[in-house]
């Protein structure tokens, strides 16, 4: 049986990634304090990997782009009515990878912005009103919850499609292929354009430095 490459590397190396970095960030913010650096870190790594996602999503490989798997009520409509197969997304997959983007980056963007006043702070702690900083870490502490109700969701939906309809969702975005009887062989990438690729990596790298070091307004304190 033939199979065909649908999802590129870079995608397949962000998705999981991310996957990491998640379950790292859960396990270092449960862990009161003693690894807050790495969970720092962590959260710079997945500032990067969303800077990354966010560009590749307009000029990455065919099924990585955005435009490829808008989620549109005429197609969630459609889909619900009569599931079909998608060489990439299908709409309700969509609808979580843009939902999960849009928690991921509301979780990490607020990140920069707090303060745990007993052990670290965000690069830009400081710089915004108490009462801003304060929504930041209602929403910051809060926002994983939504985040991990998400991600069930996700590998629930991931489970029903591999248990009930015998689709293994896991393995193309482990291989990057699926095999002819999921996709047609003009719904294949011809390669992961990974010069392109590394590119964006490298300019995403030295953005987050800069995000993150370089441009960090230096808050002075004031002792009394």
């Known amino acids: 049986m033939k199979h065909y490459l649908i999802w590129d590397l870079p ?12 379950l790292g960030l859960w396990y270092t913010a449960e862990s009161e304090g003693e690894y807050i650096d790495l ?42 009515k009569r599931p079909s197969d998608y060489p990439g997304h299908n709409p309700l997959g969509a609808l979580m990878v843009f939902a999960l983007l849009a928690l991921v980056l509301v979780q990490a963007s607020t990140g920069l912005f707090i303060d745990d006043d007993i052990f670290s702070a965000g690069p830009y702690n400081g710089v915004l009103s108490s009462s801003l900083e304060s929504l930041m870490n209602t929403i910051h502490h809060n926002g994983f919850d939504l985040i991990l109700i998400a991600a069930a969701i ?23 292929k699926k095999s002819e009887k999921d996709v047609r062989s003009d719904d294949a990438i011809n390669h992961s354009k990974l010069l392109i690729a590394l590119f964006v990596a490298v300019v995403v790298a030295l953005f987050v430095y ?9 808050v002075e304190e004031f002792y009394y």
Do not use: E, Q
């Open 11 to 22: 995608t397949r190396i962000f998705h999981w990634g991310l996957v990491l970095c998640l």
């Open 39 to 80: 969970h720092m870190k962590l959260g710079y790594v997945v500032i990067g990997l969303l800077c990354f996602r966010l560009i590749w999503g307009i000029i990455g490989t065919r099924h990585a782009r955005f435009m490829s798997f808008v989620p549109t009520p005429t197609k969630i409509k459609a889909y619900v």
């Open 154 to 176: 996700h590998i629930l939906a991931v489970a029903y499609y591999w248990r009930v309809k015998g689709k293994n969702l896991v393995k193309p975005m482990l291989t990057g």
């Open 210 to 218: 800069w995000l993150v070091v370089l441009n960090a307004p230096v």
